[in-house]
């Protein structure tokens, strides 16, 4: 099950890691007007690796930033595949969130 689960995560991020096919997944997926007030050309890729105690095995998926008015959104993706019903996915998902703002914030700490 891991090379079939680690193929389809290659999959997603061949064709969605690209600005313009994932561009085209959020614009479809996200609420009208917040999809029209973003800056579609703004948008880039941000690296996400997070390799900690906690995550060693986990990590997010994808994670871009584009101009919001004056501002920066992150837009997060995050397909996971499970071989089993797991209680516990928001607490992971919950998990990656809390590393993408750290990192954030640390990085961008004005």
């Given amino acids: 099950m891991g090379e079939l689960v680690r193929s389809h995560d290659a999959l997603f991020r061949l064709v969605f890691g690209d ?4 561009g085209e997944l ?3 997926r ?3 007007a917040l999809a029209a007030a973003i800056d579609w050309p703004s948008l880039r890729r941000l690296d996400v690796s997070f390799t900690d105690v906690d995550l060693s095995t986990s ?4 994670l871009f930033a584009a101009r919001l008015g004056d501002g920066i959104v ?5 397909v996971e595949h499970k071989s089993g019903d797991d209680r516990f996915t928001v607490l992971q998902l919950l998990r990656y969130r809390l590393r993408v703002w ?3 914030r640390r990085e961008h700490p004005a």
């Fill in 19 to 22: 600005e313009q096919q994932c």
């Fill in 26 to 28: 959020l614009r479809s």
């Fill in 30 to 32: 996200l609420d009208p």
């Fill in 59 to 62: 990590r997010a998926d994808l």
């Fill in 74 to 78: 992150l837009l997060h993706v995050v």
């Fill in 102 to 104: 750290d990192r954030w």
